[in-house]
């Protein structure tokens, strides 16, 4: 059985912090802090293939459109792929000032 003053302390800790105060911090970081490893390296990774492949679509819409078969698809994949490299160079940039 839990003395009336400590269940007061840990019923009081949970409603302002959310977690129990023996059990420390929750493995997930909670939030506030520096973000994740992997959430860096997924967001990169949709980047990245979000930018190729509208640059590619776009390529082939154009394409489709003048009727000039590899032509701005080649350009879209090359706008895609420099539109990848610029969010890479920002997103670093972004992290080493942290």
């Given at each position: ?7 007061n ?11 129990d105060?023996d059990?420390?911090?929750?493995p ?11 959430a ?12 190729v ?12 459109w003048?009727?000039?078969?590899p032509l ?11 539109a ?15």
């Amino acid at each position: 059985m839990v003395p009336e003053g400590r269940a007061n302390d840990v019923l009081g800790a949970v409603e302002v912090t959310g977690q129990d105060p023996d059990r420390g911090a929750s493995p997930g970081g909670g939030s506030g802090g520096p973000p994740l490893n992997w959430a860096l390296a997924l967001d990169l990774g949709l980047r990245l293939g979000i930018s190729v492949i509208v640059g590619i679509g776009l390529g082939l819409l154009v394409d489709s459109w003048l009727h000039t078969s590899p032509l701005f698809t080649l350009v879209g994949v090359v706008l895609g792929m420099a539109a990848a490299m610029f969010t890479i160079w920002d997103v670093a940039k972004q992290a080493m000032r942290r």
